[in-house]
């Protein structure tokens, strides 16, 4: 209205212009009638003053104060939920920032810095220097704080920290985040609490093969992880099979979580008995969430779960008792949370997201891609970098961005050599090359992978899906980092190659017509509300089919549970996922890709991962970089010419939040946001 009303000032000011600057003619007083026509016969010239008008421009209302209507309550709108609560086993992101808010570790993050540490439930960061760690780097002593409580009350202990690790570590399976601390404990190449028991690994995931081994074999299993992580007093020990640098960032993570032994007892998990453990090794998701270890909670953090709706939303209320008396870094906070309600909303369709966002209802969201910035920066009234040094450009926008946010993570697209039909599987089509489906072991066929590879378009994709801030990924490892070349062999897109390597398939259908002749349909499948995601496999869609009609691929949306337990299932032929770092080392990125998670969810050939396993192997026991670079460049040769995975690009990325939020930074390393740093205005 006071844009209208301005408009009419000025209208009204032009006229009075017009009237006061030209001679005027003079009408015969007395002469004119309705509806007569009046004729002048005379004019009367008249001398007019000039004079100046002043037009005085309405000084602008001040831009109204940003402010919440509810500065205690914190909205984040997402898609996708956790897989579970359990903190031996959540290893994605979504249940991993429930987790990094309810529970605490020994160690946490120094703010902002990835590899720098402050205090948590241990009282100092061990060191050499402080006698936290030994010389020989084989023993860590972490001094553990009095007075914490639990959320139902009960304190904290040395006990029930030792109890935590020992239950991760005996729990193990290679869906867990378990194996980050296998080779610390128990020497290189070791992976899972299985090989320890069973060096032959014939019992990888299987419980009821490790559960056959003899009882003595089992009980000095668990003995051996009893003596690895020993309480002394008021400390907890770690003792070492080898020296191990990563591990300070190891326990900081979620996974170093520490957990009530009795609870966990209570709510039908693993009791501390040696005589029992086999029964909890490998447990699922679907397994631990019927119980409260799953489902539910007990930490020590400065958040309680209030609620889990699946699907819907999770709530969490702040502990109004959490033990924090002195700030982990300048500036940060102490006490009860500032916000007291956090609700995360599970939202897949992005339009409903950022209309949340532009009516002020969310405070942050998640975008489905870069493809999706477009759409948001028309709200942005102000611009922060990666440091948090920020820039208002417009007082009355309600968004805040954050730009160049160097990522630790990348999407990749995994082929699965080895199917999972058991009990049927839609997304194979018919399951036999006869032009509706695939075999169970299509992509056991290399021709079939590289065709894969030279289908996709990077140039697209980076442009499209990642709205142009992105390079293409040369190698497993993320660019900077030991191992990883910038000019190591890579794919790019080449139509004719694609061609060719479809032609070259040993693929016969059952009359003897050839792969090229006979077609295929299969799905790929990507996590409902993903964008970047989608678009990778629209992109492979679109350019198989153009090279061969007959070469048919269906693009899914599967909930985010749905869409991982298929993928560790074994079930999805192309599934496109992501892997953000646990520690920042090519160790990290490499054991995943081959010998273990993904590796194992794409039932990698056991002489594929064998060739993969000397290569880790050689390279984390390797302590000159030169060195260790080159054996990671026989890694980078392999991995290209098997091409178990299309490497895509890594993006730099952006938050978007309400300018009344206040507190957050960016730490590449945190699977989420920590809420506890955070306040509204």
Known sequence: MRKLYLVASLVIVASMLLSACGPTPAVPAGTAQPGATTVVTSVVQQTVV???????????????????????????????????????????????????NMYDTLVFYNRDNPIEYVPQLATEVPSVENGGISADGLTYTFKIRKGVKFHDGTEMTPDDVAFSFQRGLLQGGTSSPQWLYYEAFFGPGIDDI????????NSYDDRAALSALDATVLEETCNKVTAAITVDGDNVVFHLA??????LATVAQTWGAVQSKAWVAANGGWD??????????????????????????????????????????????ANENYWRTEAAWDGGPTGAPAIKTIVIKTIDEWSTRLAQLQAGDADSVTLGGPANYPQVDPLVGEECDAAGVCTVTDETKLLRVYKGLGQVSRTDMFLTFNINVEGGNNLVGSGVLDGNGIPPDFFSDIHIRKAFAYCFDWDTYIADALNGEGVQSNNVMIPGMLGYQDDGPHYSMDLDKCTEEFKASTWV??????????????????????????????ILQTNVSTVNPLFVIEVTGLPWPTFLQNQRASKLPVFISGWLEDIHDPHNWVVPYTIGTYGGR??????????????????????????????YAEFNQLYYDEVPTVLLAVSTGRRYEQRWVQGWFYNPIYPGTYYYTLSKK
């Open 50 to 100: 000039a004079t100046s008008v002043v037009v005085v421009t309405a000084t602008p209302e001040p831009a109204k104060p940003i402010v919440s209507a509810d500065p205690t309550t914190y909205t984040a709108v997402t898609f996708g939920e956790p897989e579970t609560l359990d903190p031996a086993l959540v290893y994605e992101t979504s249940g991993g920032t429930i987790v990094m």
């Open 602 to 631: 794409q039932r990698m050939p056991d002489e594929l991962k064998e060739q993969f396993r000397d290569i880790v192997n050689r390279g984390v026991a390797e302590a000159d970089p030169d060195k260790r670079a080159a054996i």
């Open 194 to 201: 299985s090989v320890v028991a069973d060096p032959e690994g």
């Open 272 to 317: 501390g008995d040696c005589a029992t453990w086999q029964n909890f090794y490998a447990t699922n998701s679907e397994e631990i969430n019927a119980t409260k270890i799953g489902s539910g909670e007990n930490g020590t953090g400065p958040y309680m779960l209030q609620e889990w709706t699946p699907k819907e939303k999770i709530v969490l209320v």
């Open 509 to 538: 259908a059952e009359d003897g017509t050839s792969l090229w002749d006979k077609g295929f349909r299969m799905t790929i499948a990507y996590n409902t509300g993903n964008t970047a995601r989608q678009t990778v496999a629209q």
């Open 242 to 247: 080898q020296p191990w640098g990563p591990m």
